[in-house]
């Protein structure tokens, strides 16, 4: 897969877009009155895996749908349904600075069941062809005076 060894075509979105669209999988959080829902999102074929507090797997076992634990169950399927597919690394737009405990858990939990929450940059190589400027000997600045002192 080119986007896992960093060469694939990776989407640089406008200047001007707030959220941006620099990623190859975005992590995504949304909480609603009917639970708590996560999901990764590839940048061309939309939603990837998604986990939700609603679903009876997650929902059997929880007390609340919208407490600290119920973030981090939903942190772990999470996390270990992105290693099922192979995925590694997604990118984190939800924000890591917000006053929520809640959200600051959910992040926790990701990153030590090994999801790492920073996407790698696009590799470009050199290029071989670039034309590199040297000095000639006829050129004024090289022997230090300009053409016009005659």
């Known amino acids: 897969n080119l986007e896992l060894m960093t060469i ?14 620099i990623f190859w999988h975005r992590l995504n959080l949304r909480e609603r009155s009917k639970g708590v829902t996560a999901w990764v999102e ?6 990837i895996i998604t986990v939700s507090t609603s679903d009876w797997v997650l929902r059997k076992h929880l007390y609340s749908h919208s407490d600290v ?3 981090k169950a939903l942190a772990t399927v999470l ?14 737009f939800i924000g890591a600075d917000s006053k929520s405990e809640k959200v ?12 790492i929450l920073q996407e790698l940059d696009r590799y470009r190589p050199p290029m071989e062809n670039e034309f ?4 000639k000997y006829w050129n004024s600045q090289y ?3 300009n053409r016009d002192s005659f």
């Open 8 to 21: 694939g075509y990776k989407p640089s979105g406008y200047f001007l877009e707030k959220p941006g669209r």
């Open 132 to 135: 590199r400027f040297q000095p």
């Open 79 to 92: 996390a270990d349904r992105c290693q099922l597919i192979g995925l590694s690394r997604v990118q984190n």
């Open 143 to 145: 022997f230090g005076w």
């Open 42 to 47: 590839h940048f061309e074929n939309g939603p």
């Open 104 to 115: 600051a858990t959910f992040l926790a939990t990701l990153q030590d069941c090994g999801l």
């Open 69 to 71: 634990s119920a973030y």
